[in-house]
C-alpha cells in the first residue's frame, strides 16, 4: 500500500507538519490545505484518496466542509478534532465523516487509522461464488452495486452506512459486540470510544427503519452490541394475521 493521494486540512502548521512527516515516510503523496474555502475544489482537482479534515478551519468549518463533499464524492473523510468537541464530531460523522481522532493524537495511531480506512475502501471484490444479493421483507441491498431499496426506493447510503448494514445483514439474528462491529468495519479497535460506531448505527436507522426510535431491522441487544433482524416484527404479524 504505497503511492496513495492523502489530503489533509487543518491550519495549524505543527500539526500539519509533523502528519506529513509520517504519511510520506509511508510512502504516501501528501497535499496540505490550511483553508476550509479551498478544500472543494483542491479535492475536486486532486481526487485525493482519503481526506483529515479538522473541525475548526478558517474560511468554512470542517462540518461545512464534509456536507458539501459528501454531495460530490465518497472518499474517506478522518476528522480531527480538539477535546470537548463533542457535539461537533457528532454532527461531523452525521454528515458523512467516516471516522475521528481527537487531539493530542500520536502520529503512529493516525498512520493506523489512514492504512486502515484504505484498506477498507480498497476492497470492493466479492468472493467467487458469494451472493450478489441480500433480500429481506421490504429491504434489498445489492452487494455488487452497492444500492440499497427501501421498499422499492433506493436509499442513499455512505460508504460505512454500506459496510455496517452488510455486515450486519450477512448474518441474520448473529448477535454482535459493539467492540467486534467496530473493529470490522473500521479495522482497528475503537480504544472504549464507540461514539463512531453508535452514531452510524443511528444514521442507518433513520434511513432503513420506519420508526427509528423502534426499529425492525436494526436491533439493539441490551448490554451486548446489535443483530440484524431477518424478518422485520410487523412483517412477521402481518405475514399471521
Known amino acids: ?9 487543518d491550519d495549524e ?9 509520517y504519511l510520506l515516510k509511508e510512502g504516501f503523496q501528501v497535499i ?22 479538522d473541525i475548526l478551519l478558517p474560511g468554512m468549518d470542517g462540518i461545512e466542509v464534509c456536507r458539501q463533499l459528501r454531495k460530490k464524492v465518497h472518499t474517506p473523510i478522518l476528522f ?3 477535546r470537548g468537541e463533542d457535539m461537533d464530531i457528532i454532527l461531523g460523522l452525521s454528515m458523512g465523516g467516516d471516522d475521528y481522532i481527537t487531539k493530542p493524537f500520536s502520529p503512529s495511531q493516525l498512520v493506523a487509522r489512514v492504512k486502515a480506512h484504505l484498506r477498507r475502501t480498497q476492497f470492493t471484490g466479492q468472493p467467487k461464488g458469494e451472493l450478489q444479493m441480500l433480500t429481506f421483507p421490504g429491504l434489498e441491498i445489492n452487494l455488487l452495486s452497492h444500492h440499497v431499496h427501501l421498499a ?3 436509499v442513499p447510503l455512505s460508504s460505512k452506512e454500506f459496510d455496517l448494514l452488510v455486515q450486519l ?13 467496530y473493529r470490522s468495519i473500521w479495522g ?9 460506531l453508535l452514531v452510524h448505527i ?39 394475521a
Not at 502548521?13 to 512527516?21: A, G, N, Q, R
Not at 445483514?169 to 462491529?181: C, D, G, M, S, W
Not at 436491533?219 to 446489535?226: F, H
Open 80 to 82: 480531527v478534532s480538539c
Open 32 to 53: 496540505s490545505i490550511q483553508d476550509g474555502s479551498e478544500v472543494i475544489d483542491q479535492v475536486m482537482e486532486h481526487r485525493p484518496d482519503l481526506i483529515i479534515l
Open 1 to 9: 500500500m504505497t503511492g496513495e493521494k492523502i489530503m489533509i486540512v
Open 188 to 196: 482497528v479497535d475503537s480504544n472504549g470510544d464507540t461514539r463512531t
Open 169 to 181: 445483514a450477512r448474518t441474520p439474528n448473529k448477535v454482535y459486540k459493539i467492540e467486534q462491529l
Open 202 to 240: 443511528s444514521n442507518l436507522r433513520k434511513k432503513i427503519e420506519q420508526n427509528p426510535t423502534d426499529p425492525k431491522y436494526i436491533v439493539t441487544v441490551r448490554g451486548v452490541g446489535y443483530k440484524f433482524s431477518a424478518v422485520p416484527l410487523d412483517a412477521e404479524n402481518a405475514a399471521e
Open 152 to 154: 422499492g426506493q433506493l
Open 13 to 21: 502548521p505543527e500539526i500539519v507538519e509533523l502528519i506529513e512527516l
